[in-house]
């Protein structure tokens, strides 16, 4: 597995899909931090990190959807940055993903962060992917 990150996104797209209410994927501290981000802005129900499962580790995700609609609360996951093409951007080109409805995920040298967050901290980095 070249790209981990794409992996965690495909997974998740994936079962979401599939109106599955929970998915496993394998840790990482960078998936942690972008898991985290996910459930702080409103897009998954819950999480849980599971140490215990092997030596790796592993994420459990509660997906989130409408209760009436049962439509998810992410309806778009793209990966920006690839191992065969990295995307950079300084504080001032740093995108908006629809018009700020949307967040980015940036890796900077202060952490893994939104879009807003690192024009806040005044610090770019590499775009990991939109959500939205």
Known sequence: MTDTISDYLT????AIKANH???EVPSSRMKKEITKILFEKGYLLNYKFDDAVNSQG?????LKYH???KQSAIRGLLRISK???RKY???DR???VLNGLGVAIVS???GVMTDKEARKENVGGEVLCFVY
């Open 89 to 91: 951007a300084g504080v």
């Open 21 to 23: 209410r929970v998915v």
């Open 11 to 14: 997974r998740v797209r994936n």
């Open 58 to 62: 592993v994420i459990k995700i509660a």
């Open 108 to 110: 900077t040298s202060k």
């Open 83 to 85: 191992p065969g093409l």
């Open 94 to 96: 740093i995108p908006r």
């Open 67 to 69: 209760p009436v609609t």
